[in-house]
């Protein structure tokens, strides 16, 4: 899984749990990592609306 934002691989927990959040936008699942998670919160929804 990459992430949405900044395209790294967003790393896999041996127990198959992400990294990482999945944000819902538009019925639309994307998964984003941990650090833009945090820094870029806000931003998620209008990048991922381009
Ligand atoms: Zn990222």
């Given at each position: 899984?990459?992430?949405t934002l900044c395209?790294?691989?967003i790393e896999i927990t041996f127990l198959g749990k992400l990294k990482g959040?999945?944000?819902k936008t538009n019925g639309k699942v994307?998964?984003?990592c941990a650090?833009?998670?945090r820094s870029n919160k806000?931003?998620?929804r209008t990048k991922v609306n381009k």
């Open positions: 899984m990459k992430c395209g790294k691989e959040n999945y944000v994307y998964t984003v650090s833009c998670f806000d931003e998620i």
